[in-house]
């Protein structure tokens, strides 16, 4: 669309858009752009493989929560999963399969690490920095390196000093051998619960240190008949309809789980039957019961991690942890576990107040520090004084109750439309105006103070005073309802006038 002939991005000639990830967001992005007529486009990969989270994340029993007919792109259709909650490897391979499909892996650059990128107000282009390779410019920088890509580790006294081994579930050692050994698993969340029923299987001893009790949900992963799978193929409208169903099913949860209302009591009850059904022991299960409402934390779904902990060789431990020394854990009773090994199941360090890169922006700011009291957007996707910049998975654009790629679907359909905007018109800059982003998340502060996020628990969520930086206070069919449309008016239009060129960069346009 603007006229770039070179190579792009090399031979001088700047890129129309950089995207920064090749994961679920990364390769989305791509084909969004692609197919509104985008082309002059690179995407950023510091691994040798696209994927993500569900390339990093290959822990046994690794498997989303979310059924795999709705965690999938409504453009990017799958009558093939084998299950009703499909595996990392499986969810994998539908990403590589996107990727070929829809040929974008051609746009992917491998071995691509951005160290930083910078708005360069004389050309109005990103300045994308990258670790041992030349700098790129770019019209538009998309970032999709999504907020689960660095593991976060516990900070325990004398972590470092353990002399065995230590996995993070985010980083798992595949030719490690549990067989007979003692493990500590630090940590009872998400991946504890798909980590913990394996390793029983397999380790001599298990010992799950837990600090909270979560809600558990019994999760009903059927197999997916070839008949069915193959009348999905024939009739697209099938599949279509199955993962409208899922969708509303999973919309109306937000009633119960996103506030605190009647239903919240409905989902409480189901989890409570769930505990009592699986668990006997009247001690363990008061263990295991939070002491939160519903939704104040993520909802664990699981069928197995309840009988799990009650295997003679599983232990569950609830006294908080003191430290770690050379051969184990002690807990604040003054106890020593002794291990071979400590599993961390322990998540991601998710980016509420900084920025997974250092990013400046018009004159000189960093958006790390005017994230520092708590991160936000205008819709997820832009702020104020970072021209061309668009976020994928950004502030408040997490659902307690749906699918994540519902809203990032969303969010790829209206930056691909504001890329377009940029360069059809070419204009130099396209920017989120200060005051209609300030009145968006005043407004959606207000609504976030009325959810079961903001209702007193510690967890993710929350920055450490509290501000809620990650939720969307609403339905899926709000946010998406949102983001329908790119409204002009809620930007600076800024056009491109002859200009000097950023060192050692021709810009066709002027």
């Known amino acids: 669309m603007s006229g770039v002939t070179a190579l792009p991005g090399r031979g001088g000639s700047p890129l129309d858009a950089v995207v920064i990830g090749a994961g679920f967001a990364g390769i989305g992005a791509a084909i969004r752009l692609r197919q509104k007529g985008i082309r002059n486009v690179a995407v950023l990969e510091r691994d040798s493989r696209i994927g993500g989270t569900w390339r990093d994340n290959t822990y046994p029993g690794a498997a989303c929560d979310i059924p795999s007919r709705l965690y999938s792109y409504s453009f990017a259709p799958n009558p093939d999963w084998s299950r009703t909650y499909s595996g990392s490897a499986e969810i994998l391979r539908y990403i590589e399969h996107m990727a070929d499909e829809f040929g974008v892996r051609q746009l992917i650059r491998f071995g691509h690490t951005v160290t930083g990128i910078a708005w360069d107000e004389p050309s109005g282009l990103w300045e994308v920095s990258l670790a041992d390779q030349p700098t790129l410019w770019a019209r538009s920088v998309v970032l999709a390196s999504g907020p689960l890509a660095e593991p976060g580790y516990p900070d325990i006294p004398g972590l470092d000093r353990f002399e065995g081994k230590v996995v993070h579930s985010a980083r798992w050692d595949h030719e490690y051998d549990f067989a007979g050994k003692r493990v500590a698993v630090v940590g009872t969340g998400a991946s ?83 505990l009592r059904a699986q668990v006997r022991d009247p001690w363990l299960r008061r263990q295991l019961t939070p002491d939160f409402r519903a939704g104040c934390k993520r909802l664990l779904m699981s069928s197995e991690y309840y009988p799990a902990l009650q295997q003679p060789n599983c232990k569950l431990v609830t006294w908080p942890i003191a430290g770690i020394h050379a051969n184990g854990i002690r807990t604040a009773e003054g106890i020593e576990h002794r291990a071979d090994c400590l599993v961390l199941a322990t998540g991601f360090e998710v980016s509420k107040q900084g920025t997974p890169i250092p990013v400046r922006g018009r004159g000189g700011r960093e958006l790390a520090a005017e994230w520092s009291g708590g991160a936000y957007a205008y819709k997820s996707i832009t702020v104020a004084g970072y021209p061309n910049l668009f976020l994928t998975f950004g502030p408040n654009s997490g659902p307690g109750h749906n699918s994540a790629l519902v809203y990032m679907e969303a969010q790829l359909e209206y930056l691909s439309e504001a890329i377009g905007v940029l360069l059809s018109r070419d204009l130099r800059g396209l920017e989120v105006r200060r005051e209609v982003q300030d009145r968006y998340n005043a407004r959606l502060q207000r609504r976030l103070a009325s959810t079961t996020w903001n209702s007193g628990c510690r967890s993710w969520y929350l920055t450490e005073d509290g501000f809620n930086a990650t939720m969307y206070p609403g339905f899926g069919t709000q946010y998406v309802r949102e983001l329908a449309t790119v409204d002009l008016d809620d930007y600076v239009l800024t056009p491109r006038q002859p200009v000097r060129a950023a060192p050692g960069i021709a810009v066709p346009f002027g």
């Open 192 to 274: 504890a619960v798909q980590i913990v029923p394996e390793l029983v299987r397999r380790a001599e001893s298990v010992r799950v240190f837990q600090r909270t009790a979560g809600w558990v949900l019994p999760r009903l992963n059927h197999r997916t008949s070839p008949l069915l799978r193959e009348l999905y193929r024939q009739v697209p409208a099938g599949e279509k309809l199955a993962r409208e169903a899922w969708f509303w099913g999973h919309e109306s949860v937000a009633l119960g789980v996103v506030w605190n209302s009647p239903l919240t009591r409905v989902v409480e009850s189901v989890a409570r039957a769930h």
